[in-house]
Each structure stands twice: as C-alpha cells, then as structure tokens.
C-alpha cells in the first residue's frame, strides 16, 4: 500500500495576519480545529523552537496526547508565509507515532490561499498501516478539511466555530436517526415481521382484503427503506426535511382514518409522528449553511 500525505487547501477572503493569529495562536487554533481539544505552548528560550503539547479527546474518558514544535517558519518575498511542524505521541494506543507536515499562506488575487500537507508513521506494524490506510487516514483528512471550512467561515462571517460545530452536529445527528428510523420501520414491523397492526391499517384505509394488502404493505416497506438510504446519500438535506413536514401529517391522519383506537396505545402513531414532524421542523431550519469538508481541495495540482 503506497502512502499518500494528507494534502487540505481552501480558498480564504479575510487579511494575512488575522489568519496567522488564527492558526498560530493556541487559543484561537483549538477553537477550530477538530484534531485538537487543547494545544498548550511551553516555555522557550529566544531563537529555540517552539515546543507545544496537545491532547485530543477519543471518547469514553481517554485521550491521546502528544508533543510537536515549530520547526521553523518562512517568509518570502511574495509576502506568502510557510511555518513546518514535527510532531508525535509516545502513547501505545495512538496510531499515529510520529510525523511532520506544513501550512503555507499563499496570496492570491481576491482571498489567501491557506493549504497543509502532512504525513506520519503509524504504530501496530503492518495491522496499523492497514488501518490507517482503510479508516483513520481518510477520517483524519477529511476532520482536516472540516474544520478548513470552519476557520474560513469563521474569518469571512465571524461565526464562532462552537456554534458551527454545534449546528453539523446536530444536523448529522437529526439525519442518522431519520435514516433509521425510516430503514428500520420499513425492515422490521414491514417485511420481516409484517405486522399484523400494520395490515389492519392497510386493509381498512384502502378497502384491501388478503394478499393485496399484505404485498401492499410489503411495497410501503421497500419505499420506506429506500427513503432511509437516500437520507444517507442525498447532498441536499432540506430538501427530504421539506417533504417529511407534509409526509408525516399525512401519516397521522391516515393512521388515525384507519385506526382511532391506535390513538391510545402507548407510543402510538400520533405522539411518534408529531415528534417526527417537530424534529424536521428543527432540521429544517439549522440545516442552512451547514460547514463542510467538501469546499477544500484534497489533491496538490499535477497530482494523481
């Protein structure tokens, strides 16, 4: 497996020293940046490099942290800036032992252009560099990539990076859970159970006897999960958020229609599907201009 280095560039309006402070300052640099929960500079004597500690926090408790220093940075004379790190953890458990990378500040006609390239040596031997290869190495550049995004919108917009984070959170989290919500009502009450509630309904709001209700149940399930997969699949959330806010009314008042007595049991199809109906609404207006790592170039030009 050939190694690639982790290669982000984006395109950003905002002035050369705002952009400096914000990525060489350590309290601006972990306000943005996903890799990092905490970057701490040490003390140095003039003409050292500086040296720094980070940690980054992996769920459940634990935490890697590691070392890196600036091992130097450069000005030209076409006013671009270069600033090179080397860095690295001693911790067994991460997968990332050692490595050394660059950003480059580079202007440009009507916005700076803000790249990085890194690479590192991973830990596990050959199994470390399978995953790597598979997994991290991909998660790492596109958490690289994300947050790119979140510092320019940061410096072009003065949006904080909290309240962006929170907001793609929030909307990866509404789009998961509608994702299976709709795989797993059309798998299991639908094909796999065919439950026998679910044909009731069928049967009585459409005048449906035997097997054409059953199959008609059967399809429902099949488009259900469709519907699922295209939450995972389609760029353009609000556009789906937009037709659950009249789907799911519909649901109630066919559910309702077909079965009044349903309305009573516990978790029944009107406080599921109203719940549903105020999550979308949610959706709906926090999924504008949701931060993403797609508005980053991945690939150095005149490579393949």
Known sequence: MKRKPIYVEIAIDAEMDKLWEATQT???????????????????????????????????????????????TFHAKDDSRTSSLHFGTDQA?????EGKGYWK????????KFLTQYDYETNFGALGR????????????????????????????????????????SHWMITLLF??????????????????????????????????????????????????FIWLLYHHKKRLLKIQLYLFPLLTL??????????????????????LFVLSIIGFFTSKDVPTAKSCKRMREGVK
């Open 105 to 112: 500040y580079k202007p440009e006609q009507n916005a700076l």
């Open 130 to 169: 399978f995953f790597d290869h598979l997994i991290f190495r991909p998660l790492i550049g596109w958490a690289t990539a994300l947050s790119f995004d979140v510092l320019k919108r940061w410096l072009e917009k003065g949006e904080s990076p909290i309240s962006q984070y929170r907001r793609f959170f």
């Open 93 to 97: 458990i991460s997968i990332i032992r």
């Open 179 to 228: 994702a299976f919500v709709w795989i797993y009502q059309g798998l299991v009450p639908k094909l796999i159970m065919m439950h026998p509630e679910e044909v009731s309904m069928t049967s009585s709001l459409l005048s449906m006897r035997g097997s054409e209700a059953y199959n008609l149940v059967a399809t429902i399930g099949m488009a259900e999960i469709i519907f699922g």
């Open 26 to 72: 350590p309290e601006q640099h972990e306000q943005w940046d996903l890799r990092f929960s905490s970057i701490t500079y040490l003390p140095k004597q003039e003409d050292e490099p500086q040296h720094f500690e980070y940690k980054t926090n992996i769920g459940l408790g634990l935490n890697i942290a590691g070392w890196g220093k600036s091992v130097g």
């Open 254 to 275: 066919s559910a309702i229609i077909a079965e009044p007595a349903s309305m009573s049991h516990p978790f029944n199809p009107l406080t599921f599907n109203i719940t």
